[in-house]
């Protein structure tokens, strides 16, 4: 299994910069992803890491750096609506030739105040 | 287009009865998952198919609860006899798995919400 660790809340103000960090143990990597998930709704995909580095999407980047096991998805010029759960999951090694399942972890619930 | 569906979206049952739960994956999609997402454990893979196969089942709790998928359009999450402990959020997803490609992106449906009394 994984072992996923984020935190569990975060406050940030309209216009400003937020990183939610991510951490992780696993017994077989393929693959980070960041989904977001506002209340009563479903995650959504947000972005996907598999090598190391900054993947970046409009306001939203992530971050992985596989040696340390660890994450970011860094969150630019915020706004009202970005006050969502954000969830971290990792992908494991499947068995033969299937692609592995998500690990998902707790979620960093996000307040953006005005 | 269609994103993943599923009913009920809410079901209120008592102890004891049998509760099903439905998804329809999107169309062209061969991997379909079953989640469900509690205060307490958060979001759980409970079971997921590929080609309508059972690949892995490990998440499924106990021999109350039972996963099918007849076809490549339709599943099915049973459980019976229903308690109260299984009172949850329990999301369908899909994804298009392509051999050697690691992005697959799981997409979810709204969720169907169990509260068991």
């Known amino acids: 299994g994984q072992n996923i660790d984020q935190p569990t809340e975060m406050t940030a103000t309209e216009g400003a910069i937020v990183q939610i960090n991510c951490t992780y143990q696993?017994?077989?990597?393929?693959?980070l992803f960041w989904y977001q998930q506002h209340a009563g709704e479903a995650p959504t995909f947000l972005s996907y890491?598999?090598?190391?580095g900054l993947e970046e999407k409009g306001r939203f980047s992530s971050f992985l750096s596989r040696s340390k096991g660890y994450s970011y998805l860094l969150l630019k010029e915020l706004q009202m609506k970005d006050s969502a759960s954000y969830l971290c999951?990792?992908?494991?090694?499947?068995?033969?030739?299937?692609?592995?399942?998500?690990?998902f972890g707790r979620g960093t619930q996000l307040t953006v105040w005005p | 287009d269609a994103g993943v569906i599923q009913s009920p979206r809410h079901e209120v049952t008592e102890m004891g009865q049998e509760v099903t739960l439905r998804c329809k994956p999107i169309?062209?999609?061969?991997?379909l998952f079953w989640y469900r997402q509690t205060m307490m454990r958060g979001l759980e893979l409970l079971i997921y198919?590929?080609?309508?196969?059972?690949?892995?089942d490990s998440g499924m709790p106990e021999d109350r609860f039972s996963a099918k998928m007849p076809n490549a359009s339709f599943s099915t999450l049973k459980i019976q006899p229903s308690e109260p402990r299984d009172s949850a959020v329990y999301f369908c997803?899909?994804?298009?798995?392509?051999?050697?490609?690691?992005?697959?992106?799981?997409?979810f449906g709204p969720g169907t919400r169990l509260l068991v009394l």
């Open positions: 997803a899909s994804s298009l798995r392509i051999s050697g490609g690691a992005g697959e992106t799981q997409y």
């Open positions: 696993t017994s077989g990597f393929n693959g």
């Open positions: 890491n598999v090598l190391d």
């Open positions: 999951a990792v992908r494991d090694r499947g068995r033969g030739s299937t692609l592995g399942r998500l690990y």
């Open positions: 169309s062209g999609h061969n991997s």
């Open positions: 198919f590929n080609n309508n196969v059972p690949i892995d």
